[in-house]
């Protein structure tokens, strides 16, 4: 396991405008490997917000990791996608695009914009639990990622 692992709990930010899905992320967090703290944007914009540490998210922690889902009303995923990736203080923080959307320009255009991985949400309720364990794990305990400057 990751040195910053024990250091710390690790910040997960989900975006996503599905409260049974946030409700099922949170779930399967919970039993995880990884100590970990859930931060939940229900759009875009919120999402923005909080990684730029805006309006209500001043004290906001960066995330070590974003799940995105793409179809959202109002600023959907792929632009939230190009926003961060744009932006030098938040490029680095790996992207997993979790969708329901299985069309291969979705696939394209995500990877495209810079997406570290694409994963379709399953519709099966444990399938979905332990899809979201099998992310956290690899990207918050077997890859190395960079850490905040203060």
Request: glycine share 6%.
């Amino acid at each position: 396991m990751r040195s910053q692992v024990a250091k710390r709990p690790m910040d997960i930010l989900l975006v996503d405008d599905n409260p049974g899905d946030a409700r099922l992320t949170s779930e399967a967090l919970k039993d995880g490997q990884v100590e970990s703290r859930l931060h939940i944007a229900r759009d875009g914009a919120e999402a923005l917000d909080f990684l730029r540490r805006k309006g209500g998210f001043g004290s906001a922690p960066r995330p070590d990791l974003i799940l995105l889902d793409l179809n959202m009303p109002g600023m959907n995923g792929r632009q939230v996608l190009a926003e961060i990736k744009e932006d030098a203080a938040l490029k680095q923080i790996p992207v997993v695009i979790l969708t329901g959307s299985r069309e291969m320009d979705d696939i394209v255009r995500t990877y495209d914009l810079q997406a570290n991985c694409y994963v379709t949400k399953p519709i099966d309720f444990e399938q979905f639990i332990e899809m979201v364990r099998s992310i956290t794990d690899f990207w918050l305990t077997t890859v190395q990622l960079p850490m905040e400057e203060n």
